[in-house]
């Protein structure tokens, strides 16, 4: 374990993609930078996450130089199908987005390609970081502390902090609660999901309305199969056997997919809640937010991970011009340019989850929109333009 430095230029809090990601590009740059991960490398790479990417997402991990086993291993998606009263709308991504696709290749396995390079490279990696603390953040000369088992309390010096902590991180919580605003959404459900060892149901991901709740049926590789379905809130993983949750996801499923159900035992089971929520500015002095730690999607449109990685875009071209060209223009627009482009996820993931969830409370008008909403999509190709736009992924 290389000695933890005293100094280093960027300090990045969060060892998730987002942070990963940075801490790799600022590498490639030139510019150092130190990782502080509260977790192990172990526990890291044992969340099962989302695993749709977005073509700008695998462009930036191509370029950063891990994108070779995604490419091996990931698979190339045209498309999606939408179940409706026993209907299937397929959505051509490619025809309707011009040629644009999404890679199917979960989170965790971006995750570990990250880990892998930024060992290659000899970035310092710091886990089991107790407590990291910004400090200074108003100033010119910030710091952050934290704790090692090994190496007790410690401080790194820098020029700047990369808050990537997540949704339940330290960094949005050290900006004055004057100097920050938030907006957010709970909705009244959430979503169980099991990881099968079986293959999938079908080659494309299927998003189902049901008037028992919504389903998805979608994968992380030929024999790796992900299922989701909606639950109440406060719902318990302990309420669903294996049977009862395949029961439920063949019922919410038209016959025709629903006869290509492969069961088998579960190797995980989650209940995750869903949130739309976002922090305003994403910048407070020499603290930089990006990723969860400024902004939740529901996981409806597969924008989390994506999101993270264009925050990265942005503040790593920022931060990067800054030291390469001794310009902070774009650092300076940070937080306007992502949050620009955060805004237009979270209303595409809040449309796509208003529209295909079922929801107790709305009645029968806001059923009766929600059969607007999908039979205008069915019978309009503006409409399908629009939902596959936003599903590849908007410019950067
Ligand atoms: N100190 C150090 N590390 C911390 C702290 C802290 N105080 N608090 C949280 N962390 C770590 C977490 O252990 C986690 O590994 O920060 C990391 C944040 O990673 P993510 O939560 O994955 O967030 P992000 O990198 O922004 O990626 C967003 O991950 O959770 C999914 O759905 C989300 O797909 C989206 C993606
Ligand atoms: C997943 O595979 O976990 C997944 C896919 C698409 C989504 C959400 C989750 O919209």
Redesign the pocket.
């Known amino acids: 374990m290389s000695e933890t430095p005293r100094r280093t230029q960027v300090a990045i ?9 940075l801490a790799l590009i600022l590498n490639r740059a030139g510019v150092d930078c130190v990782v ?4 192990s490398r172990e ?2 790479l044992s ?1 099962i ?2 695993g749709v990417l977005e073509q700008g997402t695998t462009d930036l991990l191509r370029l950063a130089g891990v994108g070779a086993r995604m490419d091996r291993e990931g698979l190339i998606h045209d498309g999606f199908d939408i179940a409706w009263r026993g209907e299937v709308l397929h959505i051509d991504l490619r025809e309707l987005s011009g040629g644009k696709t999404v890679m199917v290749y979960g ?1 965790t396995e971006v ?1 570990h390609d990250l880990y892998d390079a930024l060992d290659a490279a000899g970035v310092p990696v710091i886990h089991e ?5 910004p400090e200074a953040i108003e100033s010119d000369t910030p710091s952050v502390s ?1 704790r090692t088992r090994s190496g007790g309390e410690q401080r790194i010096e820098c020029d700047f902090i990369a808050g ?8 949005r919580q050290t900006i004055p609660k004057d100097r920050i605003e938030t907006f957010e959404r709970e909705y009244p459900f959430g979503w169980l999901g099991v990881l099968v060892r079986k293959p999938p149901i079908q080659e494309e991901l299927v998003y189902a309305h049901h008037a028992r709740g919504f389903a998805l049926c979608s994968l992380r590789s030929p024999q790796l199969s992900r299922y989701y379905i909606q639950c109440r809130n406060g719902d318990d993983v302990k309420n669903w056997t294996d049977e009862a949750f395949f029961d439920e996801l063949q019922t919410r499923l038209p016959d025709s997919i629903a006869a290509n159900l492969q069961r088998g035992p579960s190797i995980e089971k989650s209940i995750a809640p869903l949130r739309s929520f976002v922090a305003e500015p994403m910048r407070y002095g020499r603290l930089f937010l ?5 902004h ?2 529901p ?1 409806t449109g597969a ?6 990685v264009s ?1 990265i875009h942005y503040l790593s071209r920022g931060l990067v011009a800054h030291y390469q060209e001794r310009d902070s223009g774009l650092l300076d627009r940070y937080s306007e340019d992502a949050l620009a482009r955060v805004w237009k996820a979270e209303r595409f993931s809040w449309w796509f989850t208003s529209m295909i969830h079922r929801f107790e409370d709305d009645g029968g008008f806001g059923q009766r929109i929600q059969e607007a909403e999908f039979d205008f999509l069915a019978s309009s190709r503006a409409a399908q333009t629009a939902l596959a736009e936003n599903y590849v992924g908007l410019p950067f």
Do not use: M, S, W
């Open positions: 809090i969060g060892g998730g993609p987002a942070g990963l990601l502080l991960e509260r977790r526990y890291v969340r996450r989302a989170q995750t970081a107790e407590d990291a603390t934290f990537c902590d997540g949704y339940h991180g330290v960094c990006a990723g969860d730690a400024a939740i999607v996981p924008k989390g991970l994506n999101l993270a925050d």
